[in-house]
């Protein structure tokens, strides 16, 4: 797969996992292509820790508005029926579990669901943000990352980098496949057909389980 091809394939396999009329967080970076690929009639309710509900589409270059951004300071727009709040309110919508999904990049991830995506120590950063409350107060966490970091493996046996939260981590999606936390390992649910099983678990540090029931990633 070409490395271009690669962040929109994540995010469109990403938008099917979002149904109509679900509260979504996205994670800035890959996460944000995803609305470009919802599926027909699916309408979702973006949200972002810094204070907004109803968030819209990235607005044309040009017509940015500098009092409206998103918690990573990308410029946004915003739909019918939004509402700005403080970023207290914001959390309180988060660690009420308003939030249906929570979609996350990721530096390492692994069979327990333990996540590490906020810093390399001895490496300037600017913090954690809301991802730790976003993986405890989200119904639902994924990960759309790629599947290894300069060739190295991120789906680990076990997390080396200082963890987000432990074990809130339910489904990982990469340019390689789908895979679900479960509390027997992580099972290999969906494989890309440009790949082999075998290539798929030499790129992952974790022992994958196969699911009986695989499929082609689409």
Not at 15 to 43: Q, R
């Amino acid at each position: 797969m070409e490395k271009e091809q690669i962040k929109p394939f994540i995010a469109r396999r990403c938008a099917k996992e979002l149904k109509d009329g679900d509260v979504v967080n996205l994670g800035i970076g890959l996460p944000t292509l995803i609305p470009n690929f919802l599926p027909e009639g699916v309408h979702v309710v973006l949200q972002s820790e810094n204070g907004m509900i109803g968030m819209g589409p990235t607005p044309a270059e040009g017509q940015e508005d500098p009092f409206l951004i998103n918690a990573g300071g990308g410029y946004i727009t915003y739909t019918d029926g939004a509402s700005t709040f403080d970023s207290a309110t914001s959390f309180g919508i988060i660690r009420g579990g308003h939030v249906n999904v929570s979609v996350l990049g990721a530096m390492q991830v692994d069979e327990n669901g333990d996540l590490a995506n906020w810093m390399i120590p001895g490496k300037k950063t600017p913090g954690m943000g809301g991802a730790m409350d976003l993986l405890v107060g989200a119904k639902k966490v994924i990960l759309a990352m790629e599947h290894t970091a300069k060739g190295n493996p991120k789906i680990l046996k076990k997390c080396t980098l200082p963890l987000t939260a432990k074990g809130q981590v339910n489904m990982i999606i990469t340019e390689m496949g789908v895979m679900e936390i479960t509390p027997k390992g992580i099972v290999l649910t969906e494989i890309n057909p440009e790949f082999t099983v075998e290539q798929v678990q030499a790129a992952t540090e974790a022992t994958l389980i196969i699911s009986d029931n695989l499929k082609e990633m689409k």
